[in-house]
């Protein structure tokens, strides 16, 4: 029965299905479009009336007058901004996908995937700052990935980490990404001292211009606190309402399909997608487990998971050999999404 209803449903809403988004059609681009607002409707329609995107890391909060808000008039006006930010960093990461040949077909479904994994949450759907840092993590890949072909990677070593420092200044748990680019270049390139050097000049040139307006501001002093939740312990325990993470279960199921197809295909595939397969996989746990480093904890901080989760599923769904599964596995997905923007345990 669930397979004749999925089977009815694609001939009537083809344009929402997955298998639309397969080809590299520029038509997808409205689809996008329309999957970007239905995933974000019920957020919409019960959202409160105000909200606050404060700069509040130690660094901008020197940087920016005390008090800077960037405050929308209205939480939709917050919503659509964020939104927009969305649909172009998944424009950009499609196209990142689509450059690198990481899936071997081009396609559209990095973008809908990664539109789809930014609204899992009511506290992605708003403005945050790892939500501009995904700017970062999609910049940073279009670097790394190159690192495979380049022949002398100092000079990007140096901008991978000034980006890491950017990010850093805008969210401190960005930090971690520094881990990211040395993994990179253990991965792509031979084992080259210099180039390792030139990342952590690169992260400390930020820092060093930063510490001169520490100093010019009579606040050098100040300027050791900034790292002072680095020291955080990892927590012992997490205190969660689990009703609120059901949304996971599909996604959680998604993930665990794609690792069993990247299993089936990975030695059939060319070794810098491999390599960069194995490099999503370290930015995503990197991500993840940086969580404790902000006080207090927003599940908004894993937006920095979303891009190489977009990536996972894209290869999953591209690869899926039963359509019927793969459909309604998606639209599950969907469904939970725009359900749980409707209720609150």
């Known amino acids: 029965m ?4 999925v089977l009815i449903l694609q001939r009537k809403y083809k344009a929402l299905m997955v298998s639309f988004f397969k080809a590299l059609n520029p038509l997808n681009i409205l689809w996008l479009a329309l999957i970007l607002f239905i995933s974000r409707i019920g957020y919409l329609l019960n959202a409160p009336d105000k909200t606050e995107f404060a700069f509040s890391e130690a660094f901008a909060r020197l940087l920016i007058a005390p008090g800077t808000y960037l405050n929308p008039a209205s939480t939709s006006l917050n919503i659509l901004l ?3 930010f969305v649909f172009i960093q998944a424009l950009l990461l499609n196209h990142l996908v689509n450059h690198f040949n990481l899936l071997g077909k081009p396609t559209f479904l990095p973008a809908l995937m990664y539109i789809t994994a930014s609204a899992l949450f009511k506290s992605f759907l708003v403005l945050s700052p790892p939500l501009l840092c995904n700017f970062l993590v999609i910049w940073m890949l279009f670097k790394l990935f190159r690192l495979y072909k380049s022949n002398d990677a100092k000079a ?4 991978l980490g000034m980006i890491v420092a950017i990010g850093s200044v805008i969210y401190l748990p960005f930090i971690y990404f520094f881990l990211a680019v040395w993994v990179a270049l253990f991965l792509f390139r031979p084992l080259n001292w210099r180039e390792i050097v030139a990342s952590i000049i690169g992260y400390v040139t930020i820092f060093f211009f930063l510490a001169v307006y520490y100093f010019l501001s009579d606040s050098l ?7 002072l939740p680095l020291g955080t312990k990892f927590p012992d325990k997490i205190d969660i309402h689990y009703y609120n993470y059901l949304v996971l279960v599909p996604v959680v199921a998604v993930l665990v399909l794609c690792f069993f197809k990247l ?3 990975f ?3 060319y070794v810098q997608v491999r390599k960069s397969f194995q490099l999503l996989f370290v930015i ?3 991500a993840g487990l940086s969580f404790y480093v902000k006080k207090p904890f927003d599940i908004n901080h894993f937006l920095l998971c979303t891009i190489p989760c977009a990536v996972f599923f894209a290869y999953y769904f591209l690869y899926a050999k039963t359509r019927w599964f793969y459909e309604s596995l998606y639209l599950l997905l969907l469904i939970s999404v ?4 409707f209720n609150t345990f």
């Open 284 to 286: 995503f746990l990197i």
């Open 156 to 159: 990007s070593a140096f901008d």
């Open 221 to 227: 002093s100040r300027f050791s606190e900034i790292w």
């Open 338 to 341: 725009i359900y749980f923007q």
């Open 82 to 84: 964020a939104a927009a």
């Open 263 to 265: 299993q089936q295909n």
């Open 267 to 269: 030695f059939k595939s």
């Open 2 to 5: 669930l397979r004749s209803f």
